[in-house]
């Protein structure tokens, strides 16, 4: 069965009859700033793409990392792992996932017939961790923007190597932060130190916001990085792709000026998300720098707000538990707007 996720912009324009263009899609937590895309040279249009080396440069010093897989997006990643883990450890299995949490994961995980654990805020307990089990940390998660150390996350990387299972850290939201947040750094890979124990998940698109463009990173050691490479086989992504990509993964410059920018747009839209909604109706606001989710002191109020926003052309995401929502980080010329649809929609409810 087919997920919802934000950007789903055309059915809920049909839904609630406003052209597109009217809208203000704040559904996703797609950087609402895209690193200006440079000339591409007609060849990479008219040729079938070959893997860029300059792009597998820029990459790994980006990521700091020693081996990765160029793919067209981390979700291709997400979806074909279960079966590959599978071939590699045939006892039964147990999965930890959050309970809240980008839902591709547990999909495709259950698809596959592994049995799903979820953990909720706190992670597993780590001796209770069965042989052969994966744990997926998604850093920070992804809606409640909840975000774990990397000596934490070093603990069951270290604790599934014992168990020989596998920790699966997905890192889609993880550009906004500071570099050394990362966990693609440990990625051992080589001669006796091959490493199996450990896939580390990046996308390119949210932070560059250039999500139209598919392209996203496996970081791992040698024995990912073949399966899945034998897996994906050739022109997995295309040429323009993987030259914006390596002019963007290089210009240190830019990442410095979006990391600041969007800070700055977050801190902002926080104070006018508590503004607006106050503490009397929002009990919390959580998130990071590419997205703000908003938790309810009723439940039921998340699903009202979110049909009296659109019905103003204000798209947000609906949790899939329809407790929850979760606005992108909004431009500075669009805060007056999303100020005053929600005042209005905070009015019709009150
Ligand atoms: C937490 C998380 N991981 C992975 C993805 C997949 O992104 P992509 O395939 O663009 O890399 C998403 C998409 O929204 C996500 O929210």
């Avoid at 999909?107 to 909720?120: K, N, R, S």
């Avoid at 050394?180 to 998940?201: A, K, M, P, T």
Wanted: aromatic share 10%; hydrophobic share 40%; charged share 20%.
């Amino acid at each position: 069965m087919a997920l919802i996720h934000g950007g789903q912009l055309q059915q809920v324009a049909e839904k609630y009859k406003i052209p597109m263009a009217d809208w203000l899609d704040l559904s996703t937590g797609v950087a609402p700033i895209s690193y200006p895309v440079p000339d591409i040279p007609l060849s990479a249009w008219q040729q079938l793409p070959q893997q860029n080396p300059e792009l597998i440069i820029a990459a790994k010093k980006y990521y700091q990392c020693a081996q990765l897989v160029v793919t067209n997006g981390s979700q291709a990643i997400i979806k074909a792992l279960p079966e590959l883990y599978r071939q590699r450890s045939k006892a039964i299995q147990t999965v930890y996932l959050p309970e809240r949490g980008y839902k591709e994961h547990a999909q495709a995980w259950e698809i596959a017939g592994f049995t799903l654990h979820f953990y909720h805020d706190v992670l597993p307990g780590i001796t209770e961790l069965e042989p052969n089990s994966v744990v997926v940390i998604i850093n920070p998660n992804n809606p409640t923007g909840q975000f774990f150390s990397r000596d934490i996350i070093k603990r069951y990387h270290q604790r599934l190597k014992q168990l020989n299972g596998l920790l699966v850290v997905d890192e889609a939201f993880i550009d906004a932060m500071p570099d050394e947040q990362s966990y693609c750094s440990e990625v051992i890979f080589g001669g006796d130190c091959e490493e199996n124990n450990l896939i580390v998940l990046r996308s390119f698109g949210k932070f560059f916001g250039l999500a139209g463009i598919r392209i996203g990173f496996l970081v791992a050691g040698k024995y990912w990085c073949k399966k899945f490479s034998e897996l994906l086989g050739p022109w997995q992504v295309n040429g323009p792709a993987q030259i914006i990509a390596e002019h963007a993964l290089n210009d240190r410059a830019w990442h410095n000026q979006q990391r600041n920018k969007l800070h700055t747009l977050r801190e902002r839209q926080e104070t006018l998300l508590w503004q607006v909604f106050s503490s009397e109706l929002v009990s919390a606001i959580e998130g990071c720098d590419l997205f703000l989710t908003l938790s309810f002191h009723q439940a039921n109020n998340a699903k009202v707000l979110y049909h009296l926003l659109c019905q103003q052309g204000v798209y947000c995401r609906l949790s899939d538990e329809q407790d929850t929502l979760r606005f992108g980080i909004a431009l500075e010329d669009d805060f007056k707007r999303l100020d005053s649809a929600c005042r209005q929609a905070c009015n019709i409810l009150t």
